[in-house]
């Protein structure tokens, strides 16, 4: 299993930018699809955004399209999640999270994903 931290959090207007990063460590990075969820208090775990294992393909949630973007560092063994143009709606807790077989295809549901990051809290303010 592989273990994941994010980081890069915070508070920040709207309209605002953050970049959150999720470095991986534990087993090989490469061929895993990767992907962002987040959760705000009262509400389910939602996908935000995931790329694919070859790093080829990526996946957004309509709420957030043409203002974040996915991306993975395979040196690094690091995913970053760029996010532009914050709305206080994107206020939440944001998760990386990793499937645990590889080749897989990007799932939008939290069930598919067997490892998981602690969490980063980004509040973003009027």
């Known amino acids: 299993q592989v273990q994941l931290v994010e980081s890069g959090g915070g508070l920040v207007q709207a309209g605002g930018s953050l970049r959150l990063s999720c470095a991986a460590s534990?087993?090989?990075?490469?061929?895993?699809?990767m992907a962002w969820f987040r959760q705000s208090p009262g509400k389910e775990r939602e996908f935000v955004a995931g790329v694919g294992w070859s790093g080829s393909t990526t996946r957004y949630a309509d709420s957030v399209k043409g203002r974040f973007a996915v991306s993975r560092d395979t040196a690094k063994n690091t995913v970053y999640l760029q996010m532009n143009s914050l709305k206080p709606e994107d206020t939440a807790v944001y998760y990386c999270?990793?499937?645990?077989?590889?080749?897989?295809?990007?799932?939008?549901?939290?069930?598919?994903?067997?490892?998981w990051g602690q969490g980063t809290q980004v509040t973003v303010s009027t």
């Open positions: 534990g087993r090989t990075f490469n061929g895993y699809t």
């Open positions: 999270a990793s499937v645990d077989r590889p080749f897989g295809r990007i799932s939008l549901s939290p069930a598919d994903f067997g490892s």
